[in-house]
DNA sequence: CCTTGAACCTGCGGGC
DNA sequence: TGCCCGCAGGTTCAAG
């Protein structure tokens, strides 16, 4: 479900109103997501406190005063709610955090693709297993050049590159389509055939389209819901995604299938 | 190394 | 109404 402006979203909901709970009791529900949940039960999280949460590519980062943290991934389908404890359990809410404020931080994952683990945290002061991810696109370490230099001799699809996270963390199928519409850019150009130029141009516009998205609090097509089960606004925002079509030219936009996943691009708009 | 395809899951909407 | 098919904001691993 989450894309960075999704994950940014949740983390952001996440800080204020986890920071400075303690935690009074971890339950889970069903045996693993895509890791194990047993880990959580017998790490010895009651007592601890959350010091506060952040993002880093699409996981929210919940920290604790021992030096580790609470990892949370969202795979395609994973809400996280914080909420009165004693609300009933929802059917596919796999664990349950309960705090010292009478709220519980739940994890809800239908299709369990998603994940929540706790983790030390290494020297670069993020958690060890999300080391060798790429770039923030929302840092200064992410430019034209950079993403020029990346697609040097790749012959995968220019939307594979946006949507590598070994390269560039965080853009998904939506922010992808939308990016590369952005800059009439067909999806299925090879990356190695972008110019510096382009590059500089795609990184422009990703970074904008995501910083609008955070500010509309994501975009739920289908099941995102923020911490406060609020959709996402950026969807009366999309131009390409899903769309009949062009919003630019009007001719019926085209869909072709890049690295398993569906591509809506303007033939007429886009080469 | 690079690229592709499959696997991991449930739910929902459309067609018959 | 019920069944089958295709499709959904992601990640990872194996094989060519």
């Not at 239908?110 to 994940?115: I, L, N, V």
């Given at each position: 479900m989450p894309e960075l402006p999704e994950a940014e979203s949740i983390a952001r909901a996440l800080d204020h109103a986890l920071a400075g709970r303690v935690i009074t009791k971890v339950e889970v529900f069903f045996p693993r997501l895509r890791t194990p949940l047993a880990p959580l039960l017998s790490a010895g999280l009651p007592g601890r406190r959350i010091l506060g949460c952040r993002r880093r590519a699409r996981y929210a980062v919940a920290d604790l005063d021992d030096g580790r943290a609470l990892v949370l991934h969202f795979g395609m389908s994973g809400v996280a709610r914080v909420e009165d404890a004693r609300r009933p359990r929802r059917k596919h809410e796999h664990v349950v955090v309960t705090l010292d404020d009478?709220?519980?931080?739940?994890?809800?994952?239908?299709?369990?693709?998603?994940?929540?683990?706790?983790?030390?945290?290494?020297?670069?002061?993020?958690?060890?297993?999300?080391?060798?991810?790429?770039?923030e696109p929302l840092s200064d370490d992410f430019t034209g050049e950079m993403l020029f230099l990346a697609s040097r001799g790749l012959r995968r699809p220019a939307k594979e590159l946006l949507m590598d996270n070994s390269i560039v963390t965080g853009i998904g199928n939506i922010y992808a389509a939308e990016t590369l519409f952005a800059c009439g850019i067909a999806p299925q150009r090879p990356a190695s055939s972008l110019t510096r130029r382009e590059c500089a141009a795609l990184v422009r516009a990703a970074r904008r389209i995501l910083r609008a998205a955070i500010r509309l609090g994501g975009t739920t097509v289908h099941d995102f819901r923020n911490v406060d089960g609020s959709e996402g606004k950026f969807v009366q925002r999309l131009k390409i995604y899903g769309k009949a079509k062009c919003p630019r030219c009007g001719s019926a936009t085209a869909k072709v299938v890049l690295g398993g996943r569906t591509s809506w691009y303007c033939p007429a708009c886009q080469h």
């Open positions: 009478g709220r519980a931080l739940k994890f809800e994952d239908p299709r369990r693709f998603g994940a929540f683990e706790v983790q030390e945290l290494g020297p670069d002061g993020w958690p060890v297993s999300l080391a060798g991810i790429g770039v």
